[in-house]
């Protein structure tokens, strides 16, 4: 097969030593930040924690470092939340370093296992699926893993997220209605119930992760990454960084 699908970043480092190019989605919040970033002409480095490393990293890159949600004001409102992103004043910054233990530990998982690494969201799906199938990935010589990132419980296992196996289907069914792509059944199941799902957006604003972001005070957030198909950038991992791909 030369698509497959898995969760996490312990499946995204065991799929990337087989796959030429590896797809990250994490809708709430870290691929939709990403690409409203991107499209704002700002190269996003994810960096995997939130500590006092991190501002050393931006330091280094000469970058600024987005800080958590509720510590965003308007003199700084660069953060995980795609929609403080969108209302930034410009000029935005050149680089921001942006911290997800989740979606940054993806890319940083697959940069290790030597594949490329594309940012999807709920946002691009057919973008990213048409711009990888015309460079020849999901084919024999250039196999494509999606990978989901999921959310982590308190004790630091993975919780299975719906936002992010909706963006995953999302991208596989588009994928396939692109091009023939043998996917394993994980990747045909992704898709198949992205195909069944009758309102996305519905579900977006109604799964555990959603509703987190409505008691915490960011329905936006969900309302941003529930903009499907709305942007035709694909952010492309080069040297750090997510770029909008050429």
């Not at 530990?105 to 990888?132: C, D, F, K, Q, Y």
């Not at 588009?174 to 394993?184: E, V």
């Not at 409505?214 to 950038?233: R, W």
Request: aromatic share 6%.
């Amino acid at each position: 097969m030369t698509v497959t699908f898995g969760w996490g970043p312990v499946e995204a480092r065991a799929l990337a030593s087989a796959a030429a190019c590896v797809v990250v989605v994490d809708v709430l919040s870290f691929t939709t930040s990403v690409g409203v970033a991107v499209e704002g002409g700002t190269a996003v480095h994810p960096y995997r924690w939130r500590d006092a490393s991190a501002a050393t990293y931006a330091k280094e890159r000469d970058a600024v470092l987005a800080v958590g949600r509720s510590e965003a004001t308007g003199a700084h409102p660069w953060s995980l939340s795609p929609a403080a992103l969108r209302a930034a004043p410009a000029p935005w910054p050149d680089r921001l370093v942006l911290p997800s233990p989740n979606g940054s530990t993806i890319a940083a998982e697959a940069t290790a296992g030597g594949a490329a690494v594309v940012a999807v969201s709920l946002r691009n799906p057919t973008a990213a699926a048409r711009w990888l199938t015309e460079r020849g990935f999901g084919t024999a010589a250039r196999p494509l893993a999606v990978v989901a990132s999921g959310e982590r419980r308190p004790d630091g296992s993975l919780r299975p997220a719906l936002e992010d196996l909706l963006g995953a289907g999302a991208f596989l069914a588009a994928l396939r209605d692109l091009a023939p792509h043998p996917c394993t059944p994980e990747a045909t199941a992704a898709a198949t119930l992205w195909d069944a799902t009758d309102d996305p957006v519905a579900a977006l604003h109604g799964c555990e992760s959603g509703r987190e972001l409505y008691e915490y005070g960011y329905p936006q957030d969900v309302e941003v990454a529930a903009e499907i198909d709305a942007s035709t950038a694909v952010p492309v991992l080069v040297d750090g960084a997510f770029q909008e791909a050429p």
